[in-house]
């Protein structure tokens, strides 16, 4: 890629003038023309149809809807990534631009400890604890919404070893600072064969790391009779979700060295039947109202708990963006990408469409307002999160010393009764950190700590409606990060060399339904709630383009209506021997097969561009047909669901493992489980098999014209079948590798009513 840089150079003569990042804007010329000719082509059909609509029925009124949509889509598209915008970032001249690095502290959140193994959230602990940032300016809280002891232990247990981690990291400059991926890395393999010393040093941390592992699933196994004995009795009653508040502070760096170990918290907060708990945005807010009382650091890094830090200068990539000039005060959050480690060859689950769309939609958007928030691998600012405006950013810290019960009582109002929490955040909201004498005494904070975990503490607050993550859609993140945006806010998008973070993708046919699922869900919520992107550009300070961003990934649920119609419309054709696709004697037969080509082309040069093989590619289109149609549908339907008051939306954990334990014997081939989220798929597999058989045994409905199905729609039904394919082995899988019997018959049971509704349709 070539790049264009929009700053002049600073000369190297002066230190002090050179700049902590620089904006490059990414040269597209050739990306945004055939982009303009996908649109062009997209008109061009759209006109056809509208020319030729008189003369044919519904169906053709059906696909000019569709290609209406697919049009929009396009567009949407073409707006975010019009200007892609690169940072690059220079953290080698943070130390003569910055006399302090400011304190950070450091989230991760965990909820089950089936779904997400200890050994994981322990993997992205000791990762953020070994982080090459100075450890009395770091703190790590980790909220564990599962409540295991199991993960406590794990915790106190990773402690001990990181004492040994962290230097050993330090002295040998490991990259790779998770040691799970660290002992099955290149760098280690590579290391061993140096010096006598590393080589003994390694031996020595590999053998503790394999003993932490032993103990950790040891108490997996014995989970049910764990000794509820010292640390551990205030688990002892523990029901998942109908317990106290429990806070502990693992470790303390008492003696504020910089060198150290980081402070390390744990965090489980209070959960009642009758209160709702928000989820992760809870958890989130507990988080911060526990570190605000603690050691309020005025920055944040959030992970989950599988996305470990994998480069280890992330803090210091990141502060380059936050610090410095009066201009980037003005970039509320710094956002890295979501990579992920340890694939399954050929990515059978579309894990790499995301990374696609963080290396051109998302720098796109970096162009207009700043990224999206993606939930982790995320660094904020503590006042912004605070509610604070860029405008009033400005005139912070001016009258500090004035302030009065007044003002305080207004802050008492927003963030809860907690004396502590209404002074930390007080001193945030007026910018004071320096006079903040950051506590190195975290211990004594431990009761009002606990406090403000309870579920009560934000009753009639404005925790979760104006400051902190905002509830009310299962992509909290999207949303807090549009009422950030909406204030007027910009984000820069954070993507060095070397990949910040590397969490898990979903590695199975349940997985992935579960989570784009959610997405859906949560993404569509937005839309409908009075924070939606539309609202906050008409009220407030969102951009009219940025709008149109979010609009592209708010609107991903409604998407699979015209998919799913579009996906059948060649069924139907071939059922009832119509068509809606130009003749091959038609000059207009060229327009659907440049369309196809062209767009495919592109689609498979940014796959290449970003390192991926052709069959990658293609597994990746197949999957987002595949969810596009079936997750995505029933985010849709559960959002009407909770718009017509019958079922509110949930957050279903995503399954995170280390990857394949062996009892897989194909981890590429697709699973199904007895969802109906499987149910459309298999009955459009069904359908075109169906359709295509009786089109070429010449059954079909009576009363066509001469003019019928043809080549065009043969094709389509053929490419439908390529894209489902999962589904038809799934036809003949045993176990989780096939469909199961009551999705099947579902399946006949729908395809058998769409067929004869053909049949009246034709006939009439
Ligand atoms: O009640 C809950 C539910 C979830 N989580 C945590 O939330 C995180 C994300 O959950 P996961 O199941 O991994 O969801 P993903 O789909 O992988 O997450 C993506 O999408 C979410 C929004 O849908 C964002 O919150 C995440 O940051 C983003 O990585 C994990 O650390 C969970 O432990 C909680 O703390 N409490
Ligand atoms: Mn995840």
Not at 40 to 59: D, Q, W
Not at 416 to 430: E, M, N, R, Y
Not at 598 to 609: D, G, M, V
Request: glycine share 6%; charged share 20%.
């Amino acid at each position: 890629m070539q790049f264009r840089s929009t700053r002049v150079k600073a000369s190297m003569a002066n230190p002090i003038t050179l700049p902590l990042h620089e904006r490059i804007l990414r040269k597209n010329k050739l990306k945004r023309a055939t982009e303009l000719v996908i649109f062009f082509l997209l008109l061009s059909l759209l006109i056809y149809r509208l020319r030729l609509l008189h003369a044919h029925g519904f169906v053709w009124l059906l696909a000019f809807f569709c290609e209406s949509w697919f049009t929009f889509i396009w567009i949407l598209i073409m707006n975010a990534k019009w200007n892609p915008i690169d940072n690059k970032t220079y953290p080698d001249r943070l130390r003569t631009r910055i006399h302090e690095l400011p304190p950070v502290d450091l989230f991760v959140t965990t909820a089950d400890p089936v779904l997400e193994p200890p050994i994981i959230t322990v993997n992205t602990v000791l990762s953020l604890l070994a982080l090459d940032y100075p450890a009395n300016k770091l703190a790590c809280y980790v909220s564990d919404d599962g409540a295991s002891p199991v993960t406590f232990y794990s915790l106190v247990e990773a402690l001990k070893f990181a004492k040994l981690w962290i230097p050993f990291c330090k002295k040998y400059n490991i990259q790779t600072r998770a040691p799970f991926q660290y002992f099955s890395s290149k760098e280690f393999e590579t290391a061993r064969d140096v010096s006598s010393k590393f080589h003994k040093d390694i031996i020595y941390v590999k053998e503790e790391y394999a003993q932490l592992c032993r103990k950790i699933e040891t108490a997996e196994k014995n989970s049910t009779q764990f000794a509820f004995t010292k640390e551990f009795s205030a688990f002892s009653k523990v029901e998942r979700r109908n317990h106290q508040s429990i806070v502990k502070v693992i470790w303390e760096n008492k003696d504020n060295l910089a060198d150290g170990v980081p402070h390390l918290v744990y965090v489980a907060r209070e959960k009642q039947p009758n209160y709702p708990h928000h989820y992760k945005a809870g958890a989130m807010n507990v988080l911060v109202r526990v570190s605000g009382v603690m050691t309020n650091s005025p920055f944040m890094l959030n992970v989950d708990c599988d996305m470990f830090a994998n480069n280890a200068q992330v803090v210091l990539h990141a502060m380059c963006l936050l610090l410095g000039s009066e201009n980037e005060r003005e970039i509320a959050y710094v956002q890295c990408p979501q990579h992920f480690y340890g694939g399954i060859k050929d990515d059978p689950f579309g894990a790499s469409s995301l990374i696609v769309l963080q290396e051109y939609i998302v720098p796109g958007v970096g162009g207009i307002q700043g990224p999206f928030y993606g939930g982790t691998g995320c660094f904020h600012r503590r006042n912004v999160i605070y509610g604070l405006s860029p405008d009033d950013a400005k005139i912070q810290g001016k009258n500090y010393l004035s302030h009065g019960k007044q003002e305080e009582e207004a802050i008492r109002a927003k963030f809860g009764c907690s004396a502590q929490l209404v002074k930390s955040a007080s001193q945030t909201l007026l910018g004071s950190h320096e006079k903040l004498n950051c506590p190195n005494d975290i211990t004594r904070s431990l009761k009002i700590a606990t406090q403000v975990a309870d579920c009560s503490y934000e009753s009639d607050t404005l925790w979760g409606t104006k400051i902190g993550w905002l509830y009310g859609s299962t992509a909290e993140d999207v949303l807090t990060g549009l009422q950030i945006h909406a204030r007027g806010w910009r984000s820069a998008y954070l993507s060095p060399e070397r990949s910040a973070f590397l969490g898990c993708a979903p590695f199975a046919g349940p997985a992935v339904m579960t989570q784009q699922k959610r997405w859906a869900t949560g993404l569509l919520e937005i839309l409908f709630c009075k924070n939606s992107p539309i609202i906050a550009t008409i009220k407030a300070n969102l951009k009219f383009r940025q709008c149109l961003s979010y609009l592209y990934i708010n609107i991903w649920g409604l998407r699979s209506i015209p998919e799913l119609c579009y996906v059948v419309l060649p069924a139907y054709c071939l059922l009832t021997n119509t068509y809606i696709f130009p003749k091959v004697s038609e000059n207009a037969f060229w327009i659907p097969i440049s369309l196809v080509v062209i767009y495919n082309l592109t689609t498979l040069s940014e796959y290449l561009h970003c390192g991926f093989s052709v069959k990658v590619w293609w597994n990746n289109q197949r999957m987002s047909r595949i969810t596009a149609t079936t997750a995505w549908l029933f985010g849709v339907l559960s959002v009407v669901l909770k718009l017509i008051g019958l079922s509110d939306t949930v957050f279903e954990i995503t399954r995170k493992d280390q990857g394949d334990d062996g009892t897989n014997t194909n981890p590429g081939q697709f699973t199904f489980d007895d969802s109906p989220v499987f149910v459309p798929g298999t009955a459009l597999v069904l359908l075109h098999v169906t359709a295509l058989v009786l089109w070429t045994l010449g059954i079909q409905s009576p009363g066509q014209s001469a003019l019928g199905a043809g080549l065009g729609e043969v094709i389509c039904s053929l490419l439908v079948l390529l894209n489902f394919l999962p589904f038809l082995i799934g036809f003949f899988g045993k176990g989780s590798y096939g469909i199961p019997l009551s999705t099947i018959c579902k399946s006949v049971a729908s395809v058998g009513l769409f067929i004869h509704f053909c049949r009246r349709a034709s006939t009439n």
